[in-house]
Structures are given as C-alpha cells and as structure tokens.
C-alpha cells in the first residue's frame, strides 16, 4: 500500500511541478493561429488565389517579346535565262539574313472572356479567404473543445485523487477497529481491494490527461508535443443561455460553408458566360519594331538593312468548334448544381443546429439535475461515514455511498462538458465561434 500511495503522489509531480506558463484559452488560441501547421498551408493556398487574381493573368494586359536570329545558306544554283538559252551557274553561295525585333501582342476585344475571367480569378480570393475563414473557425472550435476537455481531464483526476483518499481513509479505520476486533478480516481485505481499484482508476485517468495534453500541444504547434502544460481554469463554465432565432438567423447571415456555396454558384455563372463569350469575335493587335539585315552572295546589292515599325490588326470570329453546345448545356447543369447543394446545405445546417439546440437544452436542465443531486449524494455520504464510524453501517453499504458521490460528480462533470460542446457547435454553425478568442 505504501508503495501505491507513493506512486499517486509522485505522479502528479512532472506535471504540475514542471510547467512554466500558464495557459488561457485566449493564449491557446493565439498560439494555435500563429504556428498551427495546417492553418499556415491554409494561408498559403489562400495567398496564392490573391497573387492570381491579376490583371494579366486575366488577359487584360498585352505579351511583350523580344526577339533575334541568324540564318545562312549555302546554295549551288543555276539560272537559264529564256531569250539566249544562256545558263549560269553559281556555286557555294552564302546568303545570310539578321533580325532584332520588339512584338507587342495585345487582345483587345475576346467576347467579354477576359473581363468574366477577371471576374472568376477574383471571386477564387474570395473563396481563398472564406476557406481560411472555414480553417480558422475548425480550428478555434476544436481547440476549445480540447482545453475544456483538457480541463474535464484535470476535474476527474481530482475527483479520482479525492475517491483514493476516501477509500485510504475507510481503510485506515477499517484496521484500527479490525486490530480491536471490530471488524473482521473480510472487511479489511474488501477494503483494500477498493483502495487498489481507485488508485487503479486514479493512474488510468493520467494517461487520459496525459493524451489531452499531448492534443493540445500538438494543435497549438509546439515541437515538444510532451511538454507540461498548466491552464488557468479549474472548471468548466458555460456561457450566457443561447437564444435559437439568433442563431438561426446569424447561420443564414454569416455561416462560412453557406458563403461557400454561394461562391460556388457565382463561379458556375461566370463559367458559363465564359462558353457564351465565344459567340462574340475577337479582336487582337499585333505590332513590333525591329532591325533586319541581309547579306548576299551574288545578288545585285550585298547587303541590305530595314529598320522600322510594323503593326496590324486581326479580327475573327470562330463559326463552329463542335463543342460550344454541349459546354454551355453542361455549365448551365453546373449552376443548377450548385444552387441545390446551396439549398441541400442550408437544410443540412437547420437541422443540425436543431438537434444541436435540443441537445443544448436538455444538457442544461440535467446539469441543474445533477447539481441538485450532487448536494443530496453529498449529504448521504455524510451520513453513511457518521453511522460507518459508529458501526451502524456495512463496508458495502459505506463504499455505495461513496460510490454515489463519485458518480454523481462524474455526471455533471460530463453533463458540463456536453453543454460546452453544444456550446460550441452552435456558436460554429452561427459563425461566431471565434468569440472565444475574447475569452
């Protein structure tokens, strides 16, 4: 028995002793947003949709090139000439051409393509942002679940280290009153066998911790995942009753995954109406300015150079491509589509947030439940130890008791957390979970 009693109090050591900072969920929260590793790749993509949302990318802005060359031949030739028949034969001519040139390319006019794919380009940022925003608000939610969880962890280790001193204290009397033969050695045995069961349950509910931890060290990106971590709350609290036309109301307003949707659509059009620009001609500005030099063998003149400016205009229009029909058949299903998912989604998160409520609701009247029966498994547990101790009382009947009482914290340990995890989930769904990051 000493050697458990040992073990339940050093346990406990590296984890309270050894941790410097003391956590909020604010600080938490602030940490896992600036190191979190999959929030960065997130920021990232998001990043790389505002540097493609360009004028140029779009096809707004004109193609500049410069360009040279060489070219040589080497040529046998022979010339017959009609009035003499007289023929004439070079060989070996060497005939050389250079050219430097500037080309500017520039589309003028494609059918409203490039300002829809200007349009596109910008609203992809936007879904960047909103996916960041989706990132952000995953991330906020499942870290405050894990620190209150963290926190429920910490909440059962007491209540298991209070269970371990009650079952060491029926033990001690227990041997005093068996030493002066108020007992029997059953009831010793019976009550060592429940010391070792809650200090059994006691070492189990660290590892439990221990996990939660790991979690959260994990979320908020720290390269020692085994580092000690010390929290400033003690209990799980939850938050001012929620009102469902709020909610509701603020799901439809500002929901990111609604925001999404209505993105999606927004694409789909412009998609379209990038099929229906090619029922538009083109227009396409060519011009340059260069230098071209020739030299020849056995031409009349050796050499000669040109050096000015070209230019010229190009208009088309494409009559028949074989796919025009099916591509706007198949982007017109495309926004459909997407208006559906947008309704099926909105459905999704009505009921959702209704079972979410429901279950808010009930979690809140048995938390008043188990708070009442907390005070009465309290009361009966005082009682039981009064008449164990003057021998009104059997072991079995004290270790129900005392059972009772434990059983009566762990349910509203566990009704707390399950209101704080409604809590959550509802605030999510509204799109105000990131409220906690006021906390």
Not at 155 to 162: E, V
Not at 297 to 309: K, M, T, V
Request: glycine share 6%; with cysteine.
């Amino acid at each position: 028995m000493k050697r458990i009693l040992y073990m339940l109090t050093c346990s406990c050591l590296p984890i309270l002793a050894q941790a410097q900072e003391v956590y909020t969920l604010q600080s938490c929260l602030e940490n896992g947003l600036q190191n979190n590793y999959s929030l960065r790749i997130t920021q990232n993509e998001t990043q790389i949709s505002k540097n493609n949302a360009t004028l140029g990318n779009a096809g707004y802005l004109p193609t500049l090139d410069l360009s040279a060359g060489y070219k040589g031949t080497v040529d046998n030739t022979e010339a017959k000439l009609r009035e003499t028949g007289e023929t004439t034969k070079e060989r070996g001519v060497f005939d050389q051409a250079l050219s430097v040139g500037v080309n500017l390319n520039w589309t003028l006019f494609d059918g409203f393509n490039i300002s829809t794919n200007y349009k596109r380009l910008k609203e992809l940022e936007r879904q960047g942002e909103t996916n960041t925003r989706i990132a952000i608000e995953d991330f906020v939610a499942d870290m405050t679940a894990e620190y209150y969880n963290f926190v429920q962890q910490k909440i059962r280790l007491k209540n298991f280290l209070y269970a371990t001193s009650l079952s060491k204290e029926r033990l001690r009397i227990v041997e005093a009153r068996y030493h002066i033969g108020s007992f029997s050695r059953l009831d010793v045995q019976q009550a060592k066998v429940d010391f070792n069961s809650d200090s059994a349950k006691y070492m189990k509910q660290q590892e439990s911790l221990n996990t939660s931890r790991i979690r959260l060290n994990r979320l908020m990106a720290n390269p020692d995942v085994d580092r000690n971590i010390r929290i400033k709350d003690s209990l799980i609290t939850v938050g001012a009753p929620l009102a469902f036309d709020e909610l509701w109301n603020a799901t439809l307003a500002t929901n990111a995954a609604l925001l999404k949707a209505e993105q999606n659509t927004r694409l789909a059009q412009l998609d379209y109406k990038r099929v229906q620009s090619r029922n538009y001609p083109y227009l396409k500005l060519n011009t340059g300015y260069g230098y071209t030099l020739n030299k020849y063998d056995i031409s009349a003149y050796s050499r000669r150079e040109n050096l000015g400016f070209n230019g010229g205009l190009t208009l088309g229009f494409t009559l028949f491509d074989g796919n025009r029909r099916r591509e706007r058949q198949n982007a017109d299903i495309v926004i459909k589509n997407s208006r559906l998912q947008r309704e099926e989604l909105a459905l999704i998160l009505r009921a959702d947030i209704s079972n979410l409520w429901q279950a808010y609701c009930n979690n809140l009247e048995m938390l008043k439940l188990e708070r009442q029966n907390l005070v009465a498994a309290k009361e009966n547990y005082e009682i039981a130890m009064e008449r164990y101790l003057l021998g009104n009382l059997s072991g079995i009947e004290m270790r129900e008791a005392q059972k009772s009482l434990l059983d009566a914290e762990e349910r509203i340990l566990s009704a707390e957390y399950d209101t704080k995890l409604c809590e959550i989930s509802l605030m999510q769904i509204s799109g105000n979970v990131l409220t906690y990051l006021k906390q």
